[in-house]
């Protein structure tokens, strides 16, 4: 098992719809994390950075975390077709140990 | 400003050759990363370095791998014998100091012939 599991997709959505991406995770120590966006040919651009449990919106884009229950999502409200992109979750552990542990990515498409 | 800037963008080489990767980080961060993605993978860390220093090395494979930061600003990471399961695409990052958000480049994409 690895230690963040992402389901790939695809995933298809019309423009306009509430999307919902998440990663599990196994490691108890991870302590901050992070969503990026990753369009083709580019690198990872990052989009949310949270520490611990709760909630944190920036726009039309919530993170939530779940540190009980090892889960963390990202919605988008409102998708656009600019939204069409790989999304990778990413976390670490706390002070000392900065090595990010990325999932997969779930590419999404946001059909106009 | 300026991103993180890696040169060069695509780089193709036969097996067993030499190749050096340059990256320039963000001007002022003092913390850089390297990590490598393999097709259909997220990135996975390599090494990282706080100012010259290499902090963490734990990710890189093996020793043809080697990075270098001289000066604390630009770092290069160099692969011995190269060999075709080497092909990735190799991301750069910066942090303002270490545990601060990552900021990445868009890559040197390495092929091995």
């Known amino acids: 098992q690895k230690e963040v599991e992402q389901d790939p997709g695809p995933l298809s959505v019309p423009e306009g719809a509430i999307v919902s991406l998440n990663c599990t995770y196994s490691?108890?120590?991870?302590?901050?994390f992070m969503w990026y966006r990753q369009y083709s040919r580019k690198g990872p651009e990052l989009l949310m950075y949270?520490?611990?449990?709760g909630n944190k919106e920036d726009g039309r884009f919530t993170a939530q975390v779940d540190k009980s229950s090892k889960y963390i999502s990202l919605f988008i409200r409102d998708s656009q077709p600019s939204d069409s992109a790989t999304y990778l979750c990413?976390?670490?552990?706390?002070?000392?140990?900065?090595?990010?542990?990325f999932g997969k990515g779930t590419k999404l498409s946001v059909i106009p | 400003g300026a991103g993180v800037s890696q040169t060069p963008s695509n780089k193709v080489t036969e097996k067993g050759k030499y190749v050096e990767l340059r990256c320039d980080p963000i001007s002022g961060h003092t913390a850089l990363y390297w990590y490598r993605q393999s097709l259909g993978q997220g990135p996975e860390f390599l090494i990282y370095?706080?100012?010259?220093?290499?902090?963490?090395d734990s990710g890189l494979p093996n020793d043809r791998f080697f990075a270098v930061r001289p000066e604390g600003s630009v770092s290069t990471l160099k692969i011995q014998r190269t060999e075709r399961g080497d092909s990735a695409v190799y991301l750069c990052?910066?942090?303002?100091?270490?545990?601060?958000?990552?900021?990445f480049g868009d890559g040197t994409r390495l092929s091995i012939l």
């Open positions: 949270t520490y611990s449990s």
């Open positions: 370095f706080q100012g010259t220093g290499a902090a963490d």
């Open positions: 990052a910066s942090s303002l100091a270490g545990g601060q958000p990552q900021h």
């Open positions: 990413a976390m670490r552990p706390g002070a000392g140990s900065y090595q990010l542990t």
């Open positions: 490691n108890s120590a991870f302590q901050y």
